[in-house]
């Protein structure tokens, strides 16, 4: 069993940056692939950023391409999200999840995720 705990969410202003952890507490962390969601009020759950197992292929919505970095650290189980000059449309509760994908595959399916995390809120205010 896979157990997925985000941290790092906050309230920032706009331009702001934070960055989210998600610490793993699963087995065989290194080849999962890994993935960060997002679910505004009244909206759907919505893909953001993915990392392949073995990190050599990242995936990332339009919305934050050259703004969010998605990154990981097998040796602490750990996957990251960079998230710099952040907008107020960026509020929403972030979620990380993770899936035996095949190799190189940075999936934007949540459907091929079978894990996920609790949730961590961002608030970026103008």
């Known amino acids: 069993q896979v157990q997925l705990a985000e941290s790092g969410g906050g309230l920032v202003q706009a331009g702001g940056s934070l960055r989210l952890s998600c610490a793993s507490s699963?087995?065989?962390?290194?080849?999962?692939?890994l993935a960060w969601f997002r679910q505004a009020p009244g909206k759907e759950r919505e893909f953001v950023a993915a990392i392949s197992w073995s990190a050599e292929s990242t995936n990332y919505a339009d919305s934050v391409k050259g703004r969010f970095i998605i990154s990981r650290d097998n040796a602490k189980n750990t996957v990251y999200l960079q998230m710099d000059n952040l907008k107020p449309e960026d509020t929403a509760a972030y979620y990380c999840?993770?899936?035996?994908?095949?190799?190189?595959?940075?999936?934007?399916?949540?459907?091929?995720?079978?894990?996920w995390g609790q949730g961590t809120q961002v608030t970026v205010s103008s």
């Open positions: 999840a993770s899936g035996r994908l095949r190799y190189g595959y940075a999936s934007s399916s949540s459907a091929e995720y079978a894990y």
């Open positions: 699963g087995r065989s962390f290194s080849v999962y692939a």
